[in-house]
Antibody, heavy 120, light 108 residues
């Protein structure tokens, strides 16, 4: 069974930094792209970032480019999101999501339960 | 980036009803379209990809159609467990992955 367990969310002041982690199990981690998607309280879903299986290709929504950095450690089956220069508008539940199909990036299944980031 | 819109924003329905949600992309995206279901306090779940292909384990009462800019999700015979919020998603990474604003299906 695929399991994704996010951690690292916290209350942080504007301008601060956080590193989110997503521990994965139950599948061949290095073969699948991984993604971060966020959801502000009471709002809809917003894709944040994706990384290829090898880690060699990364993608970001414009609003986080230059501030967030997605990486992965395939030896530890773990995905990361380093978030710097945090803004109030980054407040959200951050989900880790596995690519549904090998070789693709944009289709997400399954998702973790999320970790809450509050910037205030 | 491609903008996604959904209508209606909410719909009230009864068990057994047929419900259709529409999704429109601001430019043609072929069939690079997925649908997700999200229940309160839970993570989203992939229902349909490539506009009309059902994800494994998803009941056949769910169906998707469309291509280009106009898409729809239909639930034929609404069940109690289907009351949730549904999101469409443009899945092409190079065009910027975007979600629609969501459609809440609640009990009439």
């Amino acid at each position: 069974e695929v399991q994704l367990l996010e951690s690292g969310g916290a209350l942080v002041q504007p301008g601060g930094s956080l590193r989110l982690s997503c521990a994965a199990s139950g599948f061949a981690f290095s073969q699948f792209a991984m993604n971060w998607v966020r959801q502000a309280p009471g709002k809809g879903l917003e894709w944040v970032s994706s990384v290829s299986g090898s880690g060699g290709s990364t993608y970001y929504i414009d609003s986080v480019k230059g501030r967030f950095n997605i990486t992965r450690d395939n030896s530890k089956n773990t995905l990361y999101l380093q978030m710097n220069s945090l803004r109030v508008e980054d407040t959200a539940l951050y989900y880790c999501a596995k690519a549904a199909v090998v070789g693709t990036t944009g289709l997400f299944s399954p998702w973790g339960q999320g970790t809450l980031v509050t910037v205030s | 980036d491609i903008q996604m819109t959904q209508s209606p924003s909410s719909v009230s329905a009864s068990v057994g009803d047929r419900v259709t949600i529409t999704c429109r992309a601001s430019q043609a995206i072929s069939t690079f379209l997925a649908w997700y279901q999200q229940k309160p306090g839970k993570a989203p779940k992939l229902l349909i990809f490539a506009a009309s292909t059902l994800q494994n384990g998803v009941p056949s009462r769910f169906s998707g159609s469309g291509s280009g800019t106009d898409f729809s999700l239909t639930i034929s015979g609404l069940q109690p467990e289907d009351f949730a919020t549904y999101y469409c998603q443009q899945v092409n990474t190079f065009l910027g992955i975007t979600f629609g604003p969501g459609t809440k299906v609640d009990l009439k």
